[in-house]
């Protein structure tokens, strides 16, 4: 990989790293436009997806091309896996799960330095498989 050009941290820019920070979870371009619009009304959503393209080529946030899903940024820029509800698109991070063997292993079998990882789970957030549950048993009463 090529070195990071680094660029200057601008006020919008900024503010853009701020509301990300301030997120709960991995927001989109567009759930971050609508959070810096509230700050900076005139900003443009092209300048918000400039500066997040910007923010992640230099290390400072992820940029998560998850399957499924639109993609989302996260400021932990530590190796770490995520899990995504495949009812509502929730993301959250997986706390634990040490991958180092397997490192390890793709280096000693094929040879590959490896320099970063991406692991994605998929399945029904708690609140998605309560309302699934919910669903089904109605249906299961209907019937009877």
Same mark, same amino acid.
């Given at each position: 990989?090529?070195?990071? *050009?680094?660029?200057?941290?601008?006020?919008?820019r *900024?503010i $853009?790293?701020?509301? +990300?920070?301030? @997120?709960?979870?991995?927001p989109?371009?567009d759930e971050?436009y609508?959070r810096? %619009?509230?700050? #900076?009304? %005139? $900003?443009?959503?092209?300048?918000?997806?400039?500066?997040?393209?910007? +923010? @992640?080529?230099?290390?400072? $946030?992820?940029k #998560?091309?998850l @399957?499924?899903?639109? %993609?989302?940024?996260?400021?932990n820029?530590?190796?770490?896996?995520?899990?995504?509800?495949?009812?509502?698109g929730?993301?959250e991070?997986?706390?634990?799960l040490p +991958?180092?063997?397997?490192?390890? $292993? +793709?280096?000693?079998?094929?040879?590959?330095e490896i320099?970063?990882?991406?692991m994605e789970?998929?399945?029904?957030?708690p %609140?998605c *498989?309560?309302? *699934?549950?919910?669903s089904?048993?109605?249906?299961?009463?209907?019937?009877?």
């Amino acid at each position: 990989m090529g070195k990071k *050009k680094f660029q200057r941290m601008t006020p919008q820019r *900024k503010i $853009i790293l701020e509301e +990300l920070h301030n @997120a709960r979870f991995h927001p989109t371009a567009d759930e971050i436009y609508e959070r810096v %619009r509230r700050r #900076l009304p %005139r $900003i443009s959503l092209g300048t918000v997806y400039r500066n997040l393209d910007a +923010l @992640a080529v230099q290390g400072i $946030i992820q940029k #998560l091309d998850l @399957a499924g899903s639109q %993609r989302r940024f996260d400021v932990n820029t530590e190796i770490h896996h995520h899990v995504r509800c495949v009812s509502c698109g929730a993301l959250e991070d997986v706390v634990v799960l040490p +991958l180092y063997p397997v490192e390890k $292993i +793709l280096q000693d079998t094929h040879g590959f330095e490896i320099q970063g990882v991406r692991m994605e789970f998929s399945g029904l957030c708690p %609140r998605c *498989k309560e309302a *699934k549950t919910t669903s089904q048993e109605k249906q299961s009463q209907n019937k009877h």
